[in-house]
Structures are given as C-alpha cells and as structure tokens.
C-alpha cells in the first residue's frame, strides 16, 4: 500500500467505516503488528492492551483493546484510521502516520484483530 492510499482513507474518515483491509491477517503480517503494538502502542495501552500501560495521559485510560468494546469505532477501516490520524479532539491518542507505514498500520490492525473479540 502507498502513501497515497493512506492519504485517501485519512481524507475519507466519515467511511472510514467501509474501508477493507488489504493486508491479509496472516502470520507475518500479525507478528509485524505485534512488533510495532510493542515498539508504539504499549506505552499508553499497555503491554496485553488492556489499557493499564504506564505513560497513559494522566486522568485519561486508554480503551481495553481486547474487550468488545470500541467507542471510537471496530471495523478495520476504523481501526486503521484511528491509528493514523489519532483521536480527538485533544488528541490524546496521538497520529501514527509520520511514524509508520500504511502496510505497518494495517499489521497493527491485524494484531489488535488476533488478541481481540473474536
């Protein structure tokens, strides 16, 4: 996936929704995503993603990413542009996008997919 891609789903948020996965949730793919949930994801969410991680923002707690609950929206689409674009409006969950790839975002997906709600 290109640069251009992940531009596009940024800009197509409010479908973010309808937006499918073209990574497929295969091993390597999970395993790159557990690598990069453990290099930029563990600090806040937690080292099981529970959402107890220690440098959570302070009076904020980070969703539990293996419950069934996901206010800020559950599809693959959703996810990956959560993870993008961060979540507002304080952004407490800062952007990933400077720091990877859409390839690396939707391996985080596959992931989260892996030690979530089946």
Known sequence: MTGVAAVFIAAAA????????????AAKSIA????LYQKYC???HGE?????GP????????????DAEWKYGATDG???TNISNGIGPKFDMKS??????ATEIWNVVN???SIGPK
């Open 14 to 25: 409010p479908l973010a929704g309808q937006v499918t996965n073209p990574v497929p949730p």
């Open 32 to 35: 790159a995503g557990a690598q």
């Open 42 to 44: 563990k600090a806040c």
């Open 48 to 52: 099981d993603a529970t959402g107890d």
């Open 55 to 66: 440098q959570a923002p302070k009076d904020i707690h980070p969703p539990n990413l293996r």
């Open 78 to 80: 959703e996810i990956f």
């Open 96 to 101: 990933m996008k400077s720091r990877m790839t």
């Open 111 to 113: 992931y989260l997919r």
